[in-house]
């Protein structure tokens, strides 16, 4: 059974939001025009649900584990700037045959600074250097998985509701960061899933850094180290997953 202390950072998550989606779509900084994006039909969308939900699963998270927070909305930032001055380039050898051209690409920058933020909160959520280099692994690589998802309305945030949800069953911590990432992805799954809306970079990337602080914050090392090397495998098959993903139901 849930217990309250579990309940409330999926609600504060879900009401910050939805009141954040509410006041971007009301009065889009820069107006509307930089905020709309052409989904894979063709229809034109709104990014307002990748800051509110960063905003939200952040702010949901820091009040369980500041370092947790600090992540997702770190993660969130990455992706904002990838949202914002990304390029056409998809994968890591990409972005790192680039840099070793010397041409610092957004892909580099969102790479390296969420794998540098998930090392920062496994300094923090752990204590042995083993098991705080496998929390960076996992933070990061969640919140890889999670954007590798978000190929087709609703993917990503409903991934999020589904891997989460056994996280709801712990005690603790865990449990609680858990719901947060939930508490968020529930918020904007309607209007994702209804292509009026789209995570972006930024909000599939906060999501899927906020459910990797639940996994490690769940966990110990066993738990760490398996899920790290199915994030990595993950990771390889990029391609594959995403292909998965955009696969059309029914």
């Known amino acids: 059974m849930i217990d309250k202390r579990t309940c409330r950072p999926l609600l504060l998550a879900a009401a910050l939001t939805r009141a954040g989606q509410a006041v971007l779509r009301a009065a889009p900084p820069g107006g509307r025009a930089r905020w709309e994006r052409t989904n894979h039909a063709g229809r034109a969308v709104g990014l307002y649900a990748g800051p509110a939900v960063t905003v939200g699963a952040g702010i949901a998270a820091a009040r369980v584990h500041p370092g947790a927070g600090a ?10 700037y ?6 056409h380039r998809r994968g890591f050898r990409a972005h790192l045959r680039a840099l070793r051209d010397g041409e610092i690409t957004s892909g580099a920058v969102k790479l390296f600074g969420i794998a540098a933020a998930g090392l920062a909160a496994g300094a923090v959520l752990k204590e042995r250097p083993a098991d705080r280099l496998l929390a960076g692994i996992v933070i990061a690589g969640s919140a890889h998985l999670v954007n590798l998802l978000d190929v087709r309305p609703g993917r990503a945030a409903g991934a999020v509701l589904a891997l989460g ?9 865990g449990a609680r960061l858990a719901a947060g990432a939930m508490g968020a992805a529930a918020a904007v799954l309607p ?50 997953v995403s292909d998965l993903a955009r696969t059309p139901r029914g």
């Open 71 to 80: 992540a997702v909305l770190a993660a969130g930032a990455c992706g904002a």
């Open 191 to 240: 209007d994702d899933a209804g292509e009026r809306v789209m995570l972006g970079d930024t909000g599939a990337h906060a999501l899927g850094a906020a459910l990797g602080a639940a996994v490690v914050a769940g966990n110990r090392r066993a738990g760490l180290l398996a899920h790290a090397v199915a994030l990595v495998a993950a990771a390889c098959c990029g391609g594959r």
């Open 82 to 87: 990838d949202d914002v001055a990304g390029d």
């Open 165 to 173: 949800a056994s996280g709801l069953l712990r005690e603790g911590p």
